[in-house]
């Protein structure tokens, strides 16, 4: 039978997230700052990203953890992996307000721990408990803690990567879209600062997000791919609500899919660390076992989550193993000699220095990446346990893996992934095969099985 996930309640695989107003309100973030200083003393980091709800929901955090008795370093807006990386440096844990990807009527908190990750499930755990149990350490007059402001070192965040990726030899014209989230004060300094040309569109912060939504989609980056081709761009690139993630529009003004984009990246990594690791959820393109194996390297599977990966990596790492990669397959990738956690600034600059080093446009290196093809699904449910324990019952006589949901893999080289979703109210399915008709075949045989 399938394992029921009966650990966090409130936060799910990135965080707590819930409409502003309805879900997520103030009084429960203060709680959450009250609760967050109980188990981390000390100097704390707060940050947002542009959601008209932000100042209230920060305000609340803050008094929170002033009245635990935490000193707050109030950075202002920025990107969530510029956060991480401060905190890592200077903090002894912090806080995001964001809601990611999702719409701009969400909004939603994110703890960073010491060290620049996000807490593990143990802490928040531990966290949701004084949450529900009102367990709180309010302080008297004399304990309260200090309030500060730091916008300035966003600065070591962007020379961060500006010092880690080698200036072009030969500069490239790139298109940005920040989608009018935090990465408007960071994407087009990263890249200029490596030597890029760069023309922006939404680029101005607003949190009604005018020109696209925060999930930077194929339709909503239609305007992007445009300004590709008006420019003659080498590649576009945009990111979510709060720039962990980066998506690209290639030379021709194509989509790049997410996955492409993981094997990219990764292919880069891996020649120059042969014989490495690759660490990566379940739910990722099995393109990454085929490039791994090219360089000698292996890919480490995890459950979806940047948590999981970005622990499994340190975890390896401190095991003596060589990791030279990881993130997932939804734009979110993690370079370890930069910082451990999904970042979607050096998502960018790591790209324009693929294609300055390959001396050759996206939309060729995208044609030598094995062919396979991923289709992904939605299914709105009640009862997540009754259908993950029905597909592994189905499909009881073939290799499953339930290291998050239920994964079959099948011996043609199909596999395929049913999970309930971390942030939104649905269930995940994601099939993939060599020719789409048995990718569709097989989808339509998992979702017959469930019903």
């Known amino acids: 039978m399938a394992s029921e996930k009966a650990e966090k309640k409130l936060f799910g695989t990135n965080g707590a997230r819930g409409v502003a107003g309805k879900d997520m309100i103030p009084d429960l973030v203060m709680r959450i700052g009250l609760s967050l200083s109980k188990i981390r003393k000390g100097k704390i980091a707060v940050g947002m990203d542009t959601r008209t709800s932000g100042p209230s929901l920060k305000s609340a955090i803050k008094a929170g953890l002033l009245a635990g008795g935490c000193d707050v370093v109030d950075l202002g807006i920025l990107p969530t992996p510029a956060l991480q990386y401060i905190v890592k440096s200077h903090f002894d844990a912090g806080a995001m307000i964001t809601a990611s990807h999702n719409p701009p009527e969400y909004n939603g908190v994110k703890i960073i721990d010491s060290d620049g990750t996000e807490f593990s499930d143990e802490d928040t755990i531990k966290l949701e408990g004084i949450l529900f149990s009102g367990d709180y350490e309010l302080k008297g007059w004399t304990g309260v803690g200090k309030e500060s402001c730091a916008n300035e070192m966003l600065d070591e965040y962007t020379d961060a990567i500006c ?123 099995k393109v990454a076992e085929i490039i791994a ?64 080093t390959e001396g050759r446009p996206l939309s060729e290196l995208r044609k030598d990446l094995p062919k396979l093809v991923m289709l992904k699904d939605k299914i709105f449910s009640d009862n997540h346990t009754e259908i993950l324990n029905k597909a592994t019952e189905s499909f009881s006589g073939e290799e499953i893996d339930l290291t998050d949901g239920v994964r079959i893999n099948r011996k043609d080289g199909r596999w395929a992934l049913l999970r309930p979703s971390g942030t939104e109210p649905f269930m995940r399915l994601y099939v993939e095969a060599p020719e789409k008709d048995a990718a569709e075949s097989f989808s339509e045989e998992i979702l017959k099985s469930i019903n």
């Open 163 to 285: 010092s880690r990726i080698e200036k072009l030899e030969k500069p490239l014209t790139v298109a940005v879209d920040p989608g009018s989230g935090p990465a408007c004060l960071t994407t087009e300094k990263i890249l200029a600062g490596i030597g890029c040309r760069v023309h922006t569109i939404n680029g101005q912060m607003d949190g009604f997000f005018p020109g696209r939504m925060p999930e930077p989609s194929p339709e909503g980056l239609k305007p992007l791919a445009e300004l590709v081709l008006a420019t003659n761009s080498a590649f576009g690139v945009a990111h979510d609500g709060d720039a962990d993630r980066a998506v690209f529009i290639d030379d021709k003004g194509e989509y790049l899919e997410e996955n492409e984009e993981f094997a990219l990246m990764q292919k880069y990594a891996c020649r120059n660390n042969p014989g490495g690791v690759v660490v990566t959820p379940v739910s990722t393109s």
């Open 293 to 356: 194996a090219e360089y000698n390297c292996r890919v480490e599977y995890t459950r979806v989550g940047s948590i999981s990966v970005a622990r499994k990596m340190i975890e390896l790492a401190e095991k003596g193993e060589n990791v030279v990669f990881g993130g997932e397959g939804n734009g979110g990738l993690i370079f370890p000699g930069h910082q451990h956690c999904r970042d979607g600034g050096m998502t960018a600059a790591a790209m324009a220095s693929l294609i300055s």
